[in-house]
């Protein structure tokens, strides 16, 4: 099974273009944690039952596998990702003729419940902006980065990939490289574009260094590129300075990218393409935000929305 694990990843990196942060979940929900703090990976919960061949895996066992991971109080959430990857990797195998017929295509995962992706208030947008430093290379750096994600909608895998060639502040548009590998055109505002040109002008050329990397746009003090794990550390680190009371991470920025699109009026198939959606219906879900903006709104001014409570006697 090893094996046919390792040709797998393969064919996820080279055939379907998985980023390497997307390969390595992936391989986490198929092979599990070793130290056994989590619940066991769909490889570990087969071994565990002896079942020595994927062949002989049917829907029995994938239910089974299911009532364990309910079992042991796993979210929905995270047993829809399992899910997700056992079918992925099944459908590999019946593309390459190890197996015959796909036991993962009559087993459903738990219905997950609905919730609705939360964003920052214009007003915490404006806190978080004004953070960092407009005196340090780092802080200029940082200012361009929050500006960029929320002025764009960009992945932290899309924001940390970029490169010089890549930008063209004449005319406020990048060419990104998404999932899959797909590229796509995102558009920049003022705003972005004058952080942005701070940070080309002042800041990067101070972080610049002779063994750094010369291509990439986000580099860090030695001069090479920026991790996502800083982009993402570094974003908590003002989120907290600017007492916002929410988990601020970057996909945070993108669902405020897209709800302020739309509660400003936005095309629903727009944003999709500036978020590089595949589908229209996982841009949807940002409707039912503003949606409920708009019902939070309404109940606050309109004179006859709210009850009336009775006059105190």
């Keep these: ?78 047993i829809s990702r399992k899910m997700s990857a056992i079918r992925s990797l099944y ?21 997950l419940d609905r919730r609705l992706p939360e964003c920052l208030s214009k007003e915490e947008l404006d806190h978080l902006l004004s953070t960092p430093s407009p005196d340090t290379a780092q802080g200029i750096r940082d200012h361009a980065i929050l500006e960029l994600i929320y002025a764009s909608g960009m992945r932290i895998s899309e924001i940390n990939s970029l490169n010089l060639g890549q930008i063209n502040l004449n005319t406020g548009e990048i060419k990104v490289l998404g999932k899959g590998s797909k590229e796509r055109m995102v558009l920049i505002g003022d705003m972005a574009i004058a952080a942005l040109k ?43 300075k600017a007492g916002i009371d929410k988990h601020v991470y970057p996909h945070l920025l993108r669902h405020t990218f897209a709800t302020h699109m739309l509660d400003g009026g936005a095309d629903l198939r727009v944003v999709q393409e500036l978020l590089g959606h595949a589908s229209l219906g996982t841009t949807q879900v940002y409707t039912h935000v503003t949606q409920a903006q708009a019902r939070k709104v309404y109940l606050a001014a309109h004179p006859m929305a709210k009850k009336v409570e009775p006059d105190a006697k």
């Design 1 to 78: 099974m090893q094996e046919v694990l390792k040709r797998y990843l393969d064919y996820l990196r080279a055939e379907r273009g998985f980023s390497p942060y997307t390969v390595r979940n992936y391989t986490a929900d198929l092979l599990g944690n070793k130290t056994g703090r989590y619940a066991m990976g769909f490889f570990q919960y087969l071994q565990e039952k002896n079942i020595k061949s994927l062949k002989n895996v049917d829907r029995h066992i994938l239910r089974d596998y299911i009532g364990y991971l309910m079992e042991q109080n796993v979210s929905r959430r995270s």
């Design 91 to 111: 459908r590999y195998l019946l593309r390459e003729g190890y197996i015959e017929e796909n036991p993962v295509k009559l087993t459903t995962s738990p219905k």
């Design 198 to 240: 701070k940070y080309l002008e002042i800041g990067r050329p101070r972080l610049v260094s002779l063994k750094g990397d010369r291509v990439a746009l986000f580099i860090n003090r030695f001069g090479r590129r920026l991790s996502q794990r800083t982009i993402q550390n570094m974003l908590g680190r003002y989120a907290l």
